[in-house]
């Protein structure tokens, strides 16, 4: 259970197979026996390794506890709710839990997980959904006044049906698709009868993105309360919406913007065995320290060649050299978020737009060179793609000085959300009007 929570809340990518992650300092081995849309992911033993890759011994829940624990913590700032010292550690959740053999700091209904450890087959399944449906979830979604959205959602679905459709899929009694549909067709149903509820079951069919709970990471969560007793304060957050069942549109590749006031950015390009200068820039600027401590991929110059090259060859992103009054000053990715991992962590539109940017040059930084460019990319992308809702970035938390540029060039911070390797600041800059 906390594996599966630590890979949903930082939005690690799973799929059936050996899995290598490390969560802090603890490099770890599991191999994934079934990998749920849900995110009820099936697992054979967790084993820790040591520098050669060799396992160790089983990760019990005790270090898993403590290694997400310090992951969490190490991810937010120092001064995050997380951080305090009267918010408590899972670590302290865990001690309180485990002579009550609770292994989960956000437990399930008992209900929902009795209901899914008991059913034995598909058609025991299609008569719980039906009434699941009538008794549990219609009188919520009609007795809501649509105020809190994200509330309801991770109420009724995430923290709900969905549970139990995870359940019966990883224990192989009916297959998650097909419940994911039964699922569908239902909510469209209640929607034409029920026509207040149309605008909550269109997201919950459409959005990219459904809210659950987080309880392993995120700078907000305290795992004691006021009193100091023991008692896990879960955080929202955005994962993958499982009821979208078709795919999403098709969108063209990432425009070039113009960007006028003295700037000007142009494709990389790779020329020769090395990569040409483009590629050599790069690299150059990649290993400059001030870039690396954030970017951390002060790489070889063939991995830069291969990684630009990559890029080029696809429809993901485009890498840019960007100049000031003609002068190369900074590297720029430009990319489509539905193509991105960020895809995975907030309500995009299909249309949105994303960007990466790094100052190369030491002597352009602090002076306002990189909140002035962000402003001119974020308006120049907006103006190259009509169909753009919002242009966004997701910078390190514990990156100030470049969230802070974000800011100055009218990027809100919209959200935090877990990735792999970080927390980031989801920063966003909408179409004026939006």
């Given at each position: 259970m906390l594996l599966?929570?630590?890979?949903?809340?930082?939005?690690?990518?799973?799929?059936?197979?050996?899995?290598?992650?490390?969560?802090?300092?603890?490099?770890?081995?599991?191999?994934?026996?079934?990998?749920?849309?849900?995110?009820?992911?099936?697992?054979?033993?967790?084993?820790?390794?040591?520098?050669?890759?060799?396992?160790?011994?089983?990760?019990?829940?005790?270090?898993?506890?403590?290694?997400?624990?310090?992951?969490?913590?190490?991810?937010?700032?120092?001064?995050?709710?997380?951080?305090?010292?009267?918010?408590?550690?899972?670590?302290?959740?865990?001690?309180?839990?485990?002579p009550r053999r609770e292994v989960d700091p956000l437990p399930l209904p008992d209900d929902l997980v009795t209901v899914g450890r008991s059913l034995s087959n598909a058609a025991e399944a299609q008569r719980w959904l039906t009434g699941h449906i009538e008794e549990r979830l219609l009188p919520g979604v009609l007795a809501s006044d649509g105020a809190d959205r994200a509330e309801l959602t991770a109420r009724l679905l995430s923290r709900g049906v969905l549970v139990v459709v995870g359940l019966l899929g990883r224990r192989g009694v009916v297959h998650e698709e097909y419940m994911l549909?039964?699922?569908?067709?239902?909510?469209?149903?209640?929607?034409?009868?029920?026509?207040?509820?149309?605008?909550?079951?269109?997201?919950?069919?459409?959005?990219?993105?459904?809210?659950?709970?987080?309880?392993?990471?995120?700078?907000?969560?305290?795992?004691?309360?006021?009193?100091?007793?023991?008692?896990?304060?879960?955080?929202?957050?955005?994962?993958?919406?499982?009821?979208?069942?078709?795919?999403?549109?098709?969108?063209?590749?990432?425009?070039?913007?113009?960007?006028?006031?003295?700037?000007?950015?142009?494709?990389?390009?790779?020329?020769?065995?090395?990569?040409?200068?483009?590629?050599?820039?790069?690299?150059?600027?990649?290993n400059r320290e001030h870039v690396a401590v954030n970017w951390n991929q002060d790489w070889s110059l063939k991995r830069w060649r291969d990684e630009l090259a990559t890029q080029l060859a696809g429809e993901h992103s485009v890498p840019c050299i960007v100049s000031r009054d003609g002068r190369d000053i900074g590297y720029l990715e430009l990319y489509r978020v539905q193509?991105?991992?960020?895809?995975?962590?907030y309500s995009h539109a299909p249309h949105d737009l994303g960007a990466h940017i790094a100052i190369g040059e030491p002597d352009a930084i602090g002076k306002g060179v990189g909140s002035a460019l962000l402003e001119a990319v974020a308006r120049g992308l907006l103006a190259a793609d009509p169909a753009c809702r919002s242009v966004v970035a997701e910078p390190n938390v514990h990156n100030g000085a470049s969230v802070g540029a974000f800011g100055k060039a009218g990027f809100a911070r919209a959200a935090e959300v877990g990735l792999p390797n970080k927390n980031s600041a989801l920063m966003v800059f909408p179409r004026p009007g939006e």
């Open positions: 599966r929570r630590w890979l949903a809340e930082t939005h690690t990518p799973v799929a059936e197979g050996p899995l290598r992650l490390t969560i802090a300092s603890l490099p770890l081995h599991v191999d994934v026996v079934y990998d749920s849309p849900t995110g009820a992911h099936g697992f054979g033993s967790i084993g820790v390794l040591d520098k050669s890759g060799r396992t160790l011994v089983s990760a019990d829940p005790a270090l898993l506890a403590a290694a997400c624990s310090a992951d969490a913590r190490a991810r937010s700032r120092a001064d995050a709710p997380i951080n305090a010292p009267e918010s408590g550690t899972l670590v302290d959740w865990l001690l309180d839990a485990l549909a039964e699922l569908v067709k239902r909510l469209g149903a209640i929607a034409e009868q029920h026509p207040q509820s149309a605008d909550l079951i269109d997201h919950w069919l459409t959005s990219p993105t459904l809210t659950d709970l987080a309880a392993l990471n995120g700078s907000q969560l305290r795992y004691r309360d006021e009193t100091g007793a023991v008692r896990v304060r879960p955080v929202a957050f955005e994962v993958r919406n499982p009821l979208r069942l078709e795919p999403p549109a098709a969108v063209p590749g990432v425009p070039l913007p113009e960007l006028g006031d003295g700037w000007s950015l142009r494709p990389v390009a790779i020329t020769g065995d090395d990569g040409g200068p483009d590629v050599e820039l790069v690299h150059r600027w990649m193509r991105d991992k960020l895809a995975r962590c």
